[in-house]
């Protein structure tokens, strides 16, 4: 079964094409960036049951779009789960960390009110803060780290509160992510691939299906067959459908 926590369907050169070639059966949770962009990637992802489409407002455009925030709002009752929020500490965002933290505090709020949501999160340069309003937000639903990347220190702050963690082949490439799986729950484990943003070792955009890489990738990394880890991963997968099935039930 193809896994693909992470991916960015509406943002391919040719989106259509990306989403015809998915097939049943699938777990593909597709992102957005701004909460405009939500109905038509929706729409996008219509065709195949696997196909989840996140209500999301990224970090990097907090500023920008902080007026998007109401549509959010009137949105979070459809939606499936929230993603791609977060908070993102480089540098060359700095003075807009005010107006992220404000923003992920109202949709941490906002998925609280909504009873809960699966969240895919990014946490570049700030998984700390990422953990500690995730801990002041209990029952905002489950939290899916993305490319994760911070310190061990962090990782296992991550851990205790009991986030999932989704892990593509860009992250598997460098010895530093490695490292990082290596220390991460098994059972909370799926993949990802962060396309087209992550590229594959030629530069060429990731597409959704070579998220199959990550169970083989994985595998090695934790002296397991694939089969095994195949499974787990599936049976995670399911866990978070569950969980989001569960939304529409509400
Ligand atoms: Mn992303």
Redesign the pocket.
């Known amino acids: 079964m193809l896994i693909d926590c992470?991916c960015?369907l509406d943002l391919y050169p040719e989106p259509a094409l990306v989403a015809a070639s998915l097939r049943e059966p699938c777990l593909v949770l597709s992102?957005t960036t701004t909460p405009s962009a939500w109905r038509g990637t929706f729409a996008l992802g219509s065709r195949v049951t696997g196909v989840h489409t996140g209500l999301g407002l990224h970090p990097q455009l907090a500023e920008e779009r902080a007026g998007e925030f109401a549509l959010m709002e009137s949105l979070v009752g459809a939606a499936e789960f929230l993603g791609?929020v977060g908070l993102d500490g480089s540098a060359e965002l700095r003075k807009t960390r005010p107006h992220q933290e404000r923003l992920f505090n109202s949709i941490l709020d906002l998925a609280t009110r909504a009873g809960g949501r699966v969240l895919s999160i990014?946490s570049r340069r700030a998984a700390e803060q990422v953990t500690s309003r995730l801990r002041a937000f209990p029952d905002a639903g489950t939290p899916i780290l993305?490319w994760f990347s911070g310190n061990l220190k962090e990782l296992r702050l991550a851990i205790e509160i009991g986030c999932w963690f989704s892990v593509g082949p860009a992250m598997l490439r460098s010895r530093r992510g490695r490292g990082l799986v290596e220390q991460m729950p098994r059972e909370r484990v799926l993949p990802e691939t962060?396309g087209p943003?992550a590229l594959d070792v030629a530069g060429r955009p990731l597409h959704p299906t070579n998220a199959r890489e990550v169970q083989a990738g994985v595998a090695e990394l934790w002296g397991e067959s694939v089969e095994v880890v195949a499974d787990r991963m599936a049976k995670g997968a399911s866990a978070i459908r569950t969980e989001m099935h569960e939304v529409g039930r509400a």
């Open positions: 992470h960015h992102v791609e990014h993305h962060d943003f």
